[in-house]
T-cell receptor, first 115, second 112 residues
Framework: SAVISQKPSRDICQRGTSLTIQCQVDSQVTMMFWYRQQPGQSLTLIATANQGSEATYESGFVIDKFPISRPNLTFSTLTVSNMSPEDSSIYLC?????FGTGELFFGEGSRLTVL | EDQVTQSPEALRLQEGESSSLNCSYTVSGLRGLFWYRQDPGKGPEFLFTLYSAGEEKEKERLKATLTKKESFLHITAPKPEDSATYLCAVQLTGGGADGLTFGKGTHLIIQP
């Protein structure tokens, strides 16, 4: 099973600023997934990050707001841009155990509070 | 529209008091149903995958079952360390890991 490290684990940010979340995996993976978990809501996929290509965004999420980098097979970043209080959430990085299995390993999450 | 509904939203049990959590789904075609456990301040941890109606999976005090419309997570003689939020997710036919739809979860508290 993959070990996933995320940084920061939590942060308090001012409205209008941007924050970059880092995700490091201890093995090479093709796809990495970024999720958002808002209070009282279900986990929602933001985008899928493939190494060497543009990230694929889900409906309701755009690259200008959530730019993603995937420079190699073990690392990805998610930036939350021009933050507002509505962006206060837990952001989770995940990878799949075997292609197409649907069995995901998650990082411990990054809890962002926007004031 | 594909939907996953978990009930109850929260459940408080005494240690040793068995119960079941429900995950009902409305999807066009089910490839797999997943159960995850999430502890406070942690990411979800994979528990089970179920693929077809009638299938059952067990792990310690947990047993997951699947019908054509819903899944149950049975917890037998729970202990305080079983306290967590349990998430259900469905994967559609032809979908990959990017096609998982999660429910909102059931927050389970086991009191000593």
């Amino acid at each position: 099973s993959a070990v996933i490290s995320q940084k920061p684990s939590r942060d308090i940010c001012q409205r209008g600023t941007s924050l970059t979340i880092q995700c490091q995996v201890d093995s090479q993976v093709t796809m990495m997934f970024w999720y958002r978990q808002q209070p009282g809501q279900s986990l929602t996929l933001i985008a899928t990050a493939n190494q060497g290509s543009e990230a694929t965004y889900e409906s309701g999420f755009v690259i200008d707001k959530f730019p993603i980098s995937r420079p190699n097979l073990t690392f990805s970043t998610l930036t939350v841009s021009n933050m507002s209080p509505e962006d206060s959430s837990i952001y989770l990085c995940s990878v799949e155990e075997g292609f197409g299995t649907g069995e995901l390993f998650f990082g411990e999450g990054s809890r962002l509070t926007v004031l | 529209e594909d939907q996953v509904t978990q009930s109850p939203e929260a459940l408080r049990l005494q240690e040793g008091e068995s119960s079941s959590l429900n995950c009902s789904y409305t999807v066009s075609g089910l490839r797999g149903l997943f159960w995850y456990r999430q502890d406070p301040g942690k990411g979800p941890e994979f528990l089970f995958t179920l693929y077809s109606a009638g299938e059952e999976k067990e792990k310690e005090r947990l047993k997951a079952t699947l019908t054509k419309k819903e899944s149950f997570l049975h917890i037998t003689a729970p202990k305080p360390e079983d306290s967590a939020t349990y998430l259900c997710a469905v994967q559609l036919t032809g979908g990959g890991a990017d096609g998982l739809t999660f429910g909102k979860g059931t927050h389970l508290i086991i009191q000593p």
